[in-house]
């Protein structure tokens, strides 16, 4: 017994020392990019990096140790520069790909997020199956800031909506009637708003880890970027759909090699 647990552990240790050489000459590979300098690393491993940084509660020390254990070694900084360079590129993707497939009847809420010590507002839109329409981070909360949320919903969903429910807030009932035309209906409810006020979970989970932002450019880049992640791999896209355990696995490798191929191509 004492000479098999000796040969699993030689042989554990010699598989992992393998895995780790064959990184390192890996990491050592420049791989151009058309949107920047080329990269030091694989651009299939950036991707991996820069998915579970937006997707998972995982911090940039985290990810960094997390893929020391697979043989590639960077700096928590370096997920911070992939964050900047590529966030923006997978969120502009996936954006696209929405674009006139939300629904008619939209939920409208702004929530909080603290950046470098003050709080500024999220605002979200969902539709009626509770998907993404928009998302948008302002420093103000007003009614400048709502209609200027509205016209960018405007843009991915390429019409107006026959229904748009929001808080009590006044800025909203103006900025309905003006960006998004009289003939939409406005229901003023805060309690048949709570749909959007849970959904709010999704990014309050990811963002309390973080501790907030330490920029303004940053914080909007995350949840813009985070958001459309979430809606991307969001197993149902109607309410109380069933979906199996095993059917959203397989969803997930399905949509994370369609977008790692999205990303490669750019």
């Avoid at 958001?227 to 994370?256: G, H, N, T, W």
Wanted: proline residues 3%; contains cysteine; hydrophobic residues 40%.
């Amino acid at each position: 017994m004492l000479c098999d647990s000796v040969q699993v552990k030689v042989f554990f240790f010699t598989v992992i020392t393998r895995r780790r050489k064959n990184g390192a000459n890996r990491a050592r590979t420049r791989v151009s990019s058309t949107n920047g300098p080329a990269l030091e690393f694989p651009t299939d491993i950036v991707f991996q990096v820069v998915l579970c940084r937006l997707r998972y509660k995982l911090s940039l020390r985290d990810l960094a140790e997390l893929f020391l254990l697979r043989g590639f070694q960077f700096t928590h900084e370096a997920v911070r520069e992939w964050e900047e360079r590529f966030a923006p590129l997978l969120a502009q993707q996936l954006r696209r790909r929405r674009q006139g497939k939300v629904g008619k009847r939209w939920y409208v809420d702004e929530t909080y997020v603290k950046v470098k010590g003050k709080w500024c507002y999220l605002y979200r839109a969902i539709d009626k199956q509770g998907n993404l329409v928009d998302s948008m981070l302002s420093a103000t909360r007003n009614m400048a800031a709502a209609q200027r949320f509205f016209q960018n919903t405007l843009s991915v969903a390429g019409q107006a909506p026959a229904q748009v429910t929001t808080d009590g807030h006044d800025s909203y009932p103006r900025a309905v009637r003006e960006i998004l035309g009289p003939e939409v209906e406005h229901r003023d409810n805060a309690y048949l708003n709570r749909r959007i006020e849970q959904d709010h979970r999704g990014i309050k989970q990811r963002y309390y880890p973080m501790l907030g932002f330490g920029a303004y450019h940053s914080a909007q880049r995350f949840c813009s970027a985070f958001d459309e992640v979430r809606q991307y791999f969001r197993p149902r896209r109607k309410r109380k759909q069933f979906v199996s355990l095993a059917r959203q696995r397989q969803q997930f490798l399905a949509r994370v090699h369609v977008l790692q191929s999205s990303f490669l191509a750019t």
